[in-house]
T-cell receptor, first 109, second 115 residues
Framework: GQNIDQPTEMTATEGAIVQINCTYQ??????LFWYQQHAGEAPTFLSY??LDGLEEKGRFSSFLSRSKGYSYLLLKELQMKDSASYLC??????????WGLGTSLAVNP | NAGVTQTPKFRVLKTGQSMTLLCAQD?????MYWYRQDPGMGLRLIHY???????AKGEVPDGYNVSRLKKQNFLLGLESAAPSQTSVYFC??????????????FGPGTRLTVL
């Protein structure tokens, strides 16, 4: 079957660094997405990885290892506004996105 | 650009009533999607469309119908609402369905309660 696993909840402190992991098992691979979703709002696009390695975008970075079926989202210099759910999604070969259940991140002062 | 818009934002229905949710996008995207999101279940695809005049079933299509008569609009219909359809409904669109073009842009959501 096709499956995406993420931790359900994480807690971190303002100003710290947090890493949110995502592992996947899919029929083929055509890219991995990270989305952010604040409570009561819609998901918004954060990053896309298709090649192995680290993609940096400001305070957020996303890493991919295709051979290990593994990705992580790294959030630096955490701010209170980073409290949200982070969704990992994978595109199998030319098929519809498969979504993880999301990781709820709470940033404490 | 408004991006993806949805109407209505909130709705309460009684069991057996019908309603239509409207989604509109102004990004000229080919692909459009309807999802529902429930606690502990994540985003589940109801129906999707790969272009004007086309529709296809997603993961949880039962009890819903869709139409895409115009490229910019995607309608989701509930013919006879049931309490199990209480959920938050998101519409999304993407330029394509391969690689980075599969980046989906979401509307603000419709919160539906069926009593």
């Amino acid at each position: 079957g096709q499956n995406i696993d993420q931790p359900t909840e994480m807690t971190a402190t303002e100003g710290a660094i947090v890493q949110i992991n995502c592992t996947y098992q899919t029929s083929g691979f055509n890219g991995l997405f990270w989305y952010q979703q604040h409570a009561g709002e819609a998901p918004t696009f954060l990053s896309y990885n298709v090649l192995d390695g680290l993609e940096e975008k400001g305070r957020f970075s996303s890493f991919l290892s295709r051979s290990k079926g593994y990705s992580y989202l790294l959030l630096k210099e955490l701010q209170m506004k980073d409290s949200a759910s982070y969704l990992c999604a994978v595109t199998p070969n030319n098929r519809k996105l498969i979504w993880g259940l999301g990781t709820s991140l709470a940033v404490n002062p | 650009n408004a991006g993806v818009t949805q109407t209505p934002k909130f709705r309460v229905l009684k069991t057996g009533q019908s309603m239509t949710l409207l989604c509109a996008q102004d990004m000229n995207h080919e692909y459009m999607y309807w999802y529902r999101q429930d606690p502990g279940m994540g985003l589940r695809l109801i129906h999707y469309s790969v272009g004007e005049g086309t529709t296809a079933k997603g993961e949880v299509p039962d009890g819903y119908n869709v139409s895409r008569l115009k490229k910019q609009n995607f309608l989701l219909g509930l013919e006879s609402a049931a309490p199990s359809q209480t959920s938050v409904y998101f519409c999304a669109s993407s330029p394509g369905a391969s690689g980075r073009t599969d980046t989906q842009y979401f509307g603000p959501g419709t919160r539906l309660t069926v009593l």
